[in-house]
């Protein structure tokens, strides 16, 4: 059943991204993947959320395979930021390139440990 659960999380979260990256690149001006940036972002604060819920507030593991591998792993697409970085190298924009592969990393731990350290506060 928790199969299940991952593959139709997933689904969702997938989706979820298009709508959202495809929204926010049809207002947005600037040639850099900024809603790439966003999504994943968004994506590690909420599994820091999720993991904190478990690991600090009984919330069922369950809950964190489900929604953290399934809806997250669908939601956050690393593997775009990276053909980004390297669309941004072909084109020699080497320092665009840097400040989105390492500044999609850095913000990103930031955010998953932001999402734990805020559910210690419940």
């Known amino acids: 059943m928790i199969v299940v659960g991952v593959a139709l999380a997933g689904s969702v979260g997938a989706v979820v991204r298009f709508v959202i990256d495809s929204a926010l690149r049809a207002r947005s001006g600037s040639s850099l993947p900024w809603p790439t ?3 994943n972002v968004t994506g590690s604060l909420l599994l820091g959320l999720l993991t904190g819920a478990v690991l600090f507030h009984d919330a069922p593991a369950e809950m964190l395979t489900i929604v953290g591998v399934g809806f997250c792993g669908g939601f ?3 593997s775009t ?3 980004d970085s390297v669309r941004l190298i072909v ?3 080497y320092a665009s390139a840097a400040a989105i592969a390492f500044g999609t990393l ?9 999402g734990l350290a805020l559910t210690t506060l419940w």
């Open 76 to 78: 956050t697409t690393f």
């Open 37 to 39: 940036v966003l999504i």
């Open 91 to 93: 084109a020699r924009r």
């Open 106 to 114: 850095a913000t990103t731990l930031v955010a998953a440990a932001a």
């Open 81 to 83: 930021t990276s053909v």
